[in-house]
């Protein structure tokens, strides 16, 4: 019985660990809603760092253990069904956790200032990637 509660508790410390869900931060006047009802209703994605800005839609995911092998298309698959929601923003999906990472550190940033330039770096890190 003290095993079968030991076990417990250290299954639920693992699962409470992890990141699951989405996160957006919007500069602009765009419904934010739909993009992340377009993210979650993709059963790969486990978590999701969406930053709108001026004209832009950066968007870094991660996906599902099991659906690693499956990451480019994915998301190319929600890169798609944003395009037809946002037919005006400049979208950039990607699954590579570098850009999950560098999008999440854009986010926490406090000023606005420098965005477009990181944003441009980002692009520029998932073109050397493919």
Do not use: W
């Not at 890169?79 to 923003?89: H, Q, R, T």
């Amino acid at each position: 019985m003290k095993k079968l509660s030991i076990l417990l508790i250290i299954l639920g410390l693992l699962t409470g660990c992890s990141e699951k869900g989405t996160y957006i931060k919007n500069t602009t006047s765009q419904d934010e809603n739909s993009v992340e009802k377009v993210i979650m209703s993709n059963e790969h994605v486990k978590l999701a760092k969406v930053l709108l800005f001026e004209d832009e839609l950066l968007a870094g995911i991660r996906v599902n253990t099991f659906s690693r092998f499956q990451k480019k298309s994915i998301a190319t698959d929600i890169k798609k069904k944003l395009e037809k929601e946002y037919p005006d923003l400049k979208i950039t999906v990607s699954a590579d956790s570098k850009i999950l990472l560098e999008t999440e550190k854009l986010i926490r940033k406090k000023g606005e200032k420098d965005y477009q330039k990181k944003i441009d770096k980002i692009k520029s890190i998932e073109k050397e990637q493919t």
